[in-house]
């Protein structure tokens, strides 16, 4: 049995790296991009929005005003925010058929999620689908529930091929006669 360094007392223990990924599989802040960002912010507003029930406008301002939203993209953001809001009904009429359970059962964080993930893969064209569906698990890896991930990868991996069936066909490698 080897002996572990002891520090001296009152000493920190060393730095962590800032990029990589977390215990839970999740990435460090020091690897997200700016648009991951911006979906972080747009994930915790969206929560507001449905268990708050506040207004968008008082949402976005409370928003804009947390720590590191100024390595956002808030560009995308508003996009994201303004979007999920204003469609909401509709973007719940898209992901329904594809639900085991009400929406009511659903927690507030998978929602905003499968909400970012279908309006990204409706509205976003230039993410690639691949990226919403990734980006959106690593959200709820981070925010969701024990196993919410797969929840919301089997729901957006559904949904997918209705929103962009060429894109999807031709990256899975299928031919559309």
């Known amino acids: ?38 979906r972080e912010f747009a994930l915790q507003a969206l929560y507001q929005s449905l268990v708050g029930k506040n207004t968008v406008a008082d949402i976005d301002a409370f928003t804009r005003d947390l720590a590191g939203f100024s390595k956002a993209d808030s560009l995308h953001f508003d996009t994201l925010l303004h979007g999920c809001t204003e469609q909401a009904a509709a973007l719940d009429a898209l992901l329904l058929p594809l639900l085991d359970r009400k929406f009511s059962e659903i927690s507030p964080i998978e929602h905003s999620i499968l909400w970012i993930g279908a309006f990204e893969l409706q509205h976003c064209l230039d993410v690639p689908w691949r990226v919403v569906l990734n980006e959106c698990v690593e959200l709820a890896k981070e925010f969701g529930g024990t196993d919410g991930h797969k929840y919301v990868n089997a729901v957006l991996n559904g949904l997918a091929p209705s929103l962009r069936a060429l894109e999807v066909n031709a990256d899975r490698g299928k031919t559309r006669a």
């Open 1 to 38: 049995m080897t002996e572990q360094p002891t520090q001296p007392a009152g000493s920190r223990p060393p730095r962590q790296s800032r990029t990589g990924l977390t215990s839970t599989g999740a990435r460090k802040a020091g690897s997200k991009s700016d648009r991951s960002r911006a």
